[in-house]
């Protein structure tokens, strides 16, 4: 009996924070670390890139009105990197977990997907649109 091939990729590489206040995380980070932030418009709201000596490090959004109303707290997610998030999105079920967002595109920068794994911890997929950019954190 042979295992089931497993995806390429599977390195942490992108750290996106969820905010319930996006401006006082910014205010928060840059004065702990010295982040400095680049904002663009992506998906129909704020996509916030936090940076540190010029290289992207994170990313950080709002939460949207409906996800504070209910309460969502603030919250990091980690994403391990795959090469096709579409392709790798339908094993989740059959292995224990959950899709808890289907795969989608941040324009231009990645197709990602949040699974919650077979023991309960979520954790995004992260399927850069390219090779340059987010996607390429380094330690």
Known sequence: MHAPAAASGGTFCWLDLAARDDDAAMAFYSQVFGWRFATRHANGGRFTHCRVGGRDVASLYRLSEAHRKQGMP??????LRVD?????APRIGPLGGRVLVAPFEVERSARIALIEDSVGAVVGLWQPLSQVGLGTMRA
């Not at 603030?74 to 994403?79: A, K, L, Q």
């Not at 096709?84 to 790798?88: G, N, Q, S």
């Open 74 to 79: 603030s919250h990091w997610t980690p994403y």
């Open 84 to 88: 096709d998030v579409d392709a790798l």
